[in-house]
């Protein structure tokens, strides 16, 4: 934008030339780089005769609200970057509208245009008188069938309500009907939630309109009669209107999916290995909002149904034999290292953390440096409260399925360049054959991602740049990367509802991936063939092609489980495996070369001195950076914590045959004794917080601010858990509770806000911090 908006420079770019705004008829305003709040309402309201306005090439991601343009007919939206149609509601004399070229504008965002510009025929050059009417109308009067059903069933009014009454009825009324009410395909669950909550509002209003006047709350019989005889006219000719705005409607950048069947599975196209990595929208699977129903642990849960007869029939040596060690661990089809399964007879009630540690003898460390944490918050205690608790990712969506092992989970970061944590609360989940975008506040499951065949086993968040035509400039974009047991790698952008492309990172099943915290487009993929490749995976373009480059490989030895990048050594590359903690060099990389390396360094702890026939404690399978130099690893059937320091690890002495390096312990926390694998941990450095699940459902929280130099413990004492999370034991529909499974992962959204806990039998527990007293 080169310059302000002015009447000057609106009689400028006016016709009929004149010298008031008040006469002005039409506006060009286009290929000007404008956003929201260049747009000055209170001189634009003055453009009372404005017929047409062009407002194409622009940055627009919304328009500002309050404009009141009362002869507006046409408008010219193409190529901007808008995002919430609704503010164009105060348009109501549209007639025409172009929104051509906006990426994010989906089939629920063109129904709900419809609703809002009650005058609107002319739609991307297509006129869609026909269907606005069928949408307008007849839906609309299904939709409020259902939501009048709603309150009859489960609501009333009472004779003394208060405005505050009020308030909390309409957001009860509005959520259990948004929840409740399904119609019309998948694609446009987005638009029936919106379109719902408007008519519950004023379903709700008209009720106490008529209480005030003492009427009779009640529909009128004949057209609640009338409804109903729409009811069923309307669902047979649903999908085909659908079908037609979806062919009409849709931006020319971007083409539609094929129409969703009963049972919806979005799969990416599929590419020959020397195919390109071009992904051009015809071939796009689309991500669909998924409404789980209202936010209670006890709706959520389902009733278990042999469970543990399953999972024993599928493991059984795992149920009954101890873990000896992964030399050489049973595989699941895909090549996932089997879990031992807990027998699923009821738990008894928990003991004291310390008695579970002392039963295993270990040597003491010795502590060489010193613990320095961030002290903002004093010592705080975090209070975290069970909040939802889902069952996402089950085999065709069934609720019998508690034998789903989900694997990760990744919040989504904040806005490029932006330092507010305050609406971190999206967090993505994998496990099955789906990836999952779970609202935590409300525990809406809003997206989901099928792949049918596929067991995803990891995910990550980063920011790719997107180069847009007509020399805008790149947009940021948060994509999602997952991948497992077939080796693909899948790229998913989720603000614009797309998978928009894959590839082959090896021949066998991915184990882990990270992306790179100092360059958003390098990736890097951990599979069973026992490697560790790093990608550049580029940008994308406005058709969502890409194009992706192997950089390097690094051999492991074993498989790696997890990746890390040190953030005082961007060159470094630390990968926990189940031979132990390696560190690779990737300085190579600048060379410009594709190379193959090895480890640089490993990594060894005092733990390794007991390791005997029956006890292998190499395999690392928790790894995490609580701050730019503390570490938190932990050993397969090692009852504590290590926090230990980079800084002070590298530079001590290297064994020059082993090329082993000691590391320099700083603490070592008490944790649970279990022969369960892949019990991974996770740190939140700005609350300078830890948590790491159990096989039994538990979660070990450490506040690390206690272990201050102020207040630190004794060299080699085991330092405790700060609060034991019990298992929330969500109740069945029998009301019977759920048995406590292990906790694969855990995740701890910005600032501590949410935690989300995934479970080896298909649930993803929710937690929210609650403020401190």
């Known amino acids: 934008m080169l310059e302000k908006i002015t009447e000057k420079f609106l009689l400028e770019r006016a016709s009929p030339k004149t010298t008031t705004l008040e006469q002005i008829k039409t506006l060009n305003l286009s290929q000007l780089g404008l956003k929201c709040k260049d747009l000055p309402v209170k001189l634009l309201c003055r453009l009372q005769a404005l017929e047409a306005w062009d407002l194409r090439g622009n940055m627009l991601e919304e328009l500002p609200r309050g404009l009141a343009l009362p002869r507006l007919r046409s408008l010219d939206l193409s190529a901007n970057e808008m995002e919430d149609v609704t503010t164009l509601d105060s348009l109501t004399s549209l007639e025409e509208l172009k929104l051509e070229g906006n990426i994010y504008i989906t089939v629920s965002d063109n129904y709900k245009l419809m609703v809002l510009l009650p005058k609107l025929k002319m739609y991307n050059g297509k006129d869609i008188s026909s269907i606005a009417d069928h949408v307008r109308h007849t839906s609309s009067n299904i939709l409020n069938t259902k939501v009048v059903d709603v309150w009859d069933t489960k609501f009333g009014l009472s004779d003394a309500i208060t405005p505050e009454k009020v308030a909390d009825m309409e957001t009860e009324f509005v959520t259990a009907a948004q929840c409740s009410i399904r119609f019309g395909p998948n694609s446009i669950k987005d638009y029936t939630r919106w379109r719902v909550g408007v008519l519950a509002k004023e379903h709700l209003r008209s009720l106490l309109q008529r209480n005030e006047e003492g009427d ?64 051009p929208a015809s071939g796009l699977p689309r991500l669909t909002p998924q409404k789980t129903g209202p936010p209670s642990v006890a709706v959520r849960a389902s009733p278990r149904k042999a469970a543990a007869a399953q999972l024993a029939a599928s493991r059984p040596v795992r149920v009954t034999t101890p873990r000896k060690g992964l030399a050489e661990p049973p595989r699941e089809e895909g090549g996932r290292p089997k879990r031992r399964a807990t027998a699923d007879q009821g738990h008894a009630p ?57 694997w990760a989970c990744a919040f989504m970061p904040p806005p490029h360049g932006s330092k507010d944590t305050s609406g971190g609360r999206l967090a993505a989940t994998c496990g099955g054959d789906s990836i999952c975008l779970i609202d935590c506040e409300t525990g809406l499951v809003m997206k989901k991602y099928k792949v049918p065949g596929e067991e995803f086993f ?63 487009n390098h990736l890097f993929t951990g599979a069973y063939d026992n490697k560790i490749t790093l990608w550049d995976i580029g940008g994308m ?22 990746l890390r990048v040190p953030p005082a050594s961007p060159d470094t590359l630390l990968a926990a495996t189940e031979s132990g903690l390696h560190s690779f060099n990737t300085a190579q990389l600048h060379t410009g070369a594709t190379t193959k390396s090895t480890p640089a360094m490993e990594i060894t702890f005092p733990v390794y001195e007991q390791e005997d026939k029956d006890h292998n404690y190499h395999t690392i399978d928790g790894l995490s950076f609580l701050t730019d130099d503390i570490v938190a690893s932990k050993s397969h059937l090692q009852p504590s914590i290590y926090l230990w320091s980079w800084g002070e690890t590298l530079r001590q002495p290297r064994d020059k045959r082993s090329r082993g390096v000691a590391a320099v312990l700083l603490a070592e926390l008490q944790w649970a004794t279990t022969d369960v694998p892949y019990l991974a941990l996770s740190t939140c450095p700005e609350k300078a917080y830890l948590v ?79 403020d401190s007293s």
């Open 458 to 520: 990891t995910l990550g968040w980063s920011t790719v740049l997107m180069s847009r035509a007509n020399s805008a400039p790149v947009r940021p974009c948060s994509i999602l990367a997952a991948g497992g047991k077939r080796g693909l790698v899948k790229l998913i952008y989720p603000l614009a509802n797309v998978a928009y492309g894959e590839f082959r990172a090896s021949r066998k099943a991915m184990s882990t991936l990270q992306f790179s915290p100092r360059q958003g």
């Open 350 to 406: 928990s003991t004291p953390a310390h008695s579970e540690a002392e039963a295993s003898p270990r040597k003491r460390s010795c502590f060489r440096a010193q613990l320095k944490l961030p002290t903002s918050e004093g010592g705080e205690r975090v209070r975290l409260k069970p909040l939802h608790v889902l069952q996402c990712h089950s085999k065709q969506d069934s609720p019998k399925d508690f034998s789903t092992q989900l």
């Open 216 to 279: 009779e709350s009640q529909e009128p019989t004949n057209a609640k009669e009338n409804n109903v005889r729409t009811l069923n006219a309307g669902i047979s000719c649903y999908w085909i209107i659908y079908c037609l705005l979806a062919a009409i409607t849709s931006p020319v950048k971007r083409k539609q999916a094929p129409a969703p069947s009963d049972e919806p599975c979005l799969t990416p196209r599929k590419r020959a290995r020397g195919d390109s990595c071009a992904s």
């Open 541 to 562: 373009d406005s058709q969502y092609n890409f194009k992706v480059s192997q950089l390097m490989v690094f051999e492991c030895g074993s498989t790696p489980l997890h």
């Open 692 to 770: 790491c699940g159990d096989d039994s459902g538990k979660l070990w929280t450490y506040s690390l601010h206690n272990l201050l130099p102020a207040n630190t413990h004794q060299r080699g004492e085991l330092v405790p858990p700060t609060e034991v999370l019990e298992w929330p034991a969500p109740l069945t529909k029998a009301s019977s509770p759920v048995a406590a499974p292990s906790i694969n992962s855990v995740a701890m959204g910005p600032g501590l806000s949410y935690l989300v806990a995934l479970s080896d039998k298909n649930m993803v527990v929710v937690w929210k911090r609650e």
